[in-house]
């Protein structure tokens, strides 16, 4: 019997057939980037020639990722901070400009979902995941984005979740409302920033083989989920890495968008 891991194994992206641009002398900030999604968009980015800041709240995953990109001759900077917090995120970009210099790409990709009914959502429950999901992108633009306008260019991405655009059955109530609002946000921003040369798009992934816990997941169970998605695959980290790097790169007309990555497992 094939394990989970297999069963969810695909072809995953090929960087050799996308014809990239260079990021030679930009500076990305990539939050979440410890592992998972936002370790890939660092990485990518880094390799096409980004000086990256990752950020994180694990110092000791942080310092994996610098490492690798490093090790690929990359340049990058780690910050752990909380960045839900408005003045953590401030200090942050104030060391990100002191080491690498203005900020041009930030990629947000913090999350958090706790799946409760509606009626067992506390106050403080919902002012964590706002604060989490929706705040924390804010506050990132609020400092970067003088910086895009002052230098006529910039890319701001936002890692979301297709639960804010088709609702869902499981207690995610809270999760869904701060998810509709980082997509609302990405689309009122593109709007005004856009004649100052900055772009601000949405990533959207479906389902996504990360390093996390499996073994709730029977084999059966990861298999007929696969069978939902059309491309017969599980989605890869580099997916969406490649994802991020096309909107920094040859994307540059995609503004407001919301880029889904499924396998065509949601098409709207």
């Known amino acids: 019997m094939k394990t989970s891991a297999e069963i969810r194994k695909g072809a995953i992206p090929d960087p050799s057939s996308i014809h990239l641009k260079n990021l030679e002398g930009k500076v990305a900030l990539v939050t979440g980037a410890g592992q998972n999604i936002g370790q890939a968009v660092a990485i990518r980015l880094a390799e096409a020639g980004a ?14 990722t610098v490492k690798m990109i490093e090790a690929a001759g990359g340049k990058a900077h780690a910050i752990s901070a909380d960045v839900s917090d408005h003045r953590a995120v401030e200090e942050m970009i104030k060391e990100a400009n002191s080491t690498f ?34 705040s924390a992108a804010y506050y990132i633009a609020h400092y970067v984005v003088p910086q895009m306008k002052a230098n006529g260019w910039g890319r701001i991405i936002h890692v979301s979740g297709y639960d804010g655009f088709t609702g869902h059955l499981l207690n995610r109530a809270y999760n869904i409302a701060a998810k509709s609002g980082l997509h609302g946000f990405s689309k009122a921003i593109a709007g005004e920033l856009g004649p100052y040369g900055i772009t601000a798009n949405t990533l959207v992934p479906g389902a996504i083989d990360t390093d996390r816990d499996w073994s709730q997941y029977p084999n059966a169970d990861v298999d007929k989920k696969r069978q939902t998605i059309p491309v017969r695959r599980w989605g890869h980290v580099d997916d969406l890495a490649y994802g991020a790097l096309y909107l920094c790169t040859t994307g540059s007309f995609v503004n ?5 990555l499924n396998g065509g497992e949601f098409m709207f």
Request: no cysteine; aromatic share 4%.
């Open 51 to 64: 000086k990256v800041v990752v950020n994180g709240r694990s110092r000791e995953k942080l310092d994996d």
């Open 101 to 134: 210099g203005d900020i041009d790409i930030s990629v947000s990709n913090v999350g958090r979902r706790l799946h409760k009914p509606f009626e067992e959502i506390t106050i403080q429950d919902w002012d964590e995941s706002i604060r989490i999901n929706l």
């Open 256 to 260: 407001g968008q919301a880029l889904h």
